[in-house]
């Protein structure tokens, strides 16, 4: 089974307008009209309309950082995935460790958000890691298979195959510490295996499971060389084209 690599670059909170059309235009350029790699950009909700147009009629699709569940209403604040893909997006970002550590994000609302994403036409990359605390204490496997099984636990077999999962140790988010090539593939395994028992060996043999956590130029090429690694979802490496172009050219 093969699968395309999808390197996702996360902006979180960053860039502003003239900066995110820069780097989505650096990003564009470098790329050209074909690439044998899935690639997204994921800029903070208020600047998906200026990338959409740096990316507009290129490869390269647009993903947002995060969407509220429910149909048009009132519901202040919040963005629903029929205004995402409006405004042109083909990717969703849900349950990253951020959200569920500072917004108290739970299994159960990622499930939520993950239905409301597929009904909408999005995929859904849906974030999944333990804390240092949890790989100290070896409860790594126990944590990732709660949360896949949480956030997946309304996902039927025939729309699994569509959706991507993020592996993201939250110890190697933004620290600059990464987790080994051998580290990340045992739980990409766990990962795939765990799909396999939730839906069919190839349904899981179809998920793209990316890795996340300080990949930098210098480490994708190792990381992305494991079998079950299926790309990336980059932080803060993605704030600068050179080095997104680099984890792409990896792949
Ligand atoms: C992320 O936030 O998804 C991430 C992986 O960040 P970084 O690459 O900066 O560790």
Redesign the pocket.
């Known amino acids: 089974m093969s699968r395309r690599y999808l390197i996702a670059g996360?902006w979180?909170m960053n860039t502003r307008s003239r900066e995110a059309t820069a780097l989505a235009k650096a990003v564009v350029d470098a790329i050209g009209e074909d690439t044998p790699v899935d690639v997204a950009l994921c800029p903070p909700a208020v600047y998906l309309s200026v990338v959409a147009d740096a990316v507009a009629g290129t490869p390269v699709g647009l993903g947002a950082q995060n969407l509220y569940p429910a149909n048009d209403g009132a519901y202040t604040g919040e963005i629903n995935a029929g205004m995402l893909t409006d405004v042109g997006c083909r990717f969703v970002?849900l349950g990253?460790?951020?959200r569920r550590a500072l917004m108290g994000e739970t299994d159960a609302q990622v499930s939520k958000k993950l239905q409301a994403a597929l009904a909408g036409n999005l995929v859904p990359i849906v974030?999944v890691g333990e804390t240092l605390e949890d790989r100290e204490a070896n409860r790594t496997e126990k944590v990732v298979g709660t949360q896949i099984r949480g956030s997946l636990s309304e996902l039927d077999e025939v729309r699994a195959a569509g959706i991507v999962v993020?592996y993201?140790p939250v110890w190697?988010?933004?620290?600059?510490k990464?987790a080994t090539p051998e580290q990340a593939e045992e739980v990409h395994a766990f990962i795939r295996k765990l799909l396999g028992e939730l839906f069919t060996d190839d349904v899981a043999a179809q998920i793209r499971i990316q890795y996340?956590?300080?990949?930098?130029p210098g480490n994708a090429k190792q990381l992305l060389g494991k079998p079950n690694i299926d790309g990336?979802?980059?932080?803060?490496?993605?704030l600068k084209a050179d080095d997104f172009l680099g984890i792409i050219n990896a792949a």
Do not use: F, P
């Not at 190697?172 to 600059?176: D, K, L, N």
């Not at 990336?232 to 993605?238: C, E, K, N």
């Open positions: 996360n979180k970002i990253h460790s951020e974030c993020a993201e190697a988010i933004g620290t600059g990464t996340g956590g300080s990949v930098k990336a979802l980059v932080g803060g490496a993605s």
